[in-house]
């Protein structure tokens, strides 16, 4: 059972993340459709002899199999550009997180705050407790509060990395001398993993990502701890 659920996508904590799952079932419908058709239509012409030696042309069966799947390219094509305008959109953000991205680690900076900025390590296995998860979790979390509209912007010092969380659906790519944003909801308290997805060098695997989604009101608290 293990093995089926990870195959699964994540369970979602963003609406962005929401309309990705159902555009990727909707697509999966499609596409299962088409292969158990195709596949009955093999199968049949096994085990029939419907032949005819002397057909030509048959326009209407032609015409018929090129207008198809176009009208299933339209139903598959109208909801990913829906989805792609709405990635796209940057509503008016509540906070801004920038994300740097270094060979072999994560440094972020609260931009609408004073000096409040850190380094991100994964925490080695030798020096982990006993309730951590191995190769996931890092010395300094992000803080972030759910139901708050967040911006991140996200370069990179060295080598192109990817800032990517799975259950948010956000993954943007880190690039030296670029300053690449996108913005996301969390719409649930809780830990939410994600890690670098580009090859970037020997230490790619070991530069994970970890958001802590918690109430505004512990926000702030933890923002004027770190300000004193």
Known sequence: MATW??????????????????????????VTMITILVGYIMFMLFFNKFTNRYLLSGQTIEIIWTILPAIVLIFIALPSLRLLYLMDEINNPSI???TIGHQWYWSYEYSDFLNIEFDSYMIPTNEMSLDGFRLLD??????????????????ATDVLHSWTIPALGVKVDASPGRLNQTNFLINRPGLFFGQCSEICGANHSFMPIVIESIP????????SKMNN
Do not use: C, G
């Open 216 to 223: 505004s009101n512990y926000f702030i608290k933890w923002i």
């Open 96 to 98: 801004t997180l920038k």
């Open 5 to 30: 659920a990870n195959l699964n996508l994540q369970n979602s904590a963003s609406p962005i993340m929401e309309q990705l799952t159902f555009f990727h079932d909707h697509t999966l419908l499609i």
């Open 138 to 155: 890092v010395d300094n979390r992000i803080i972030l509060p759910f139901n708050t509209q967040i911006r991140i912007l996200v370069s």
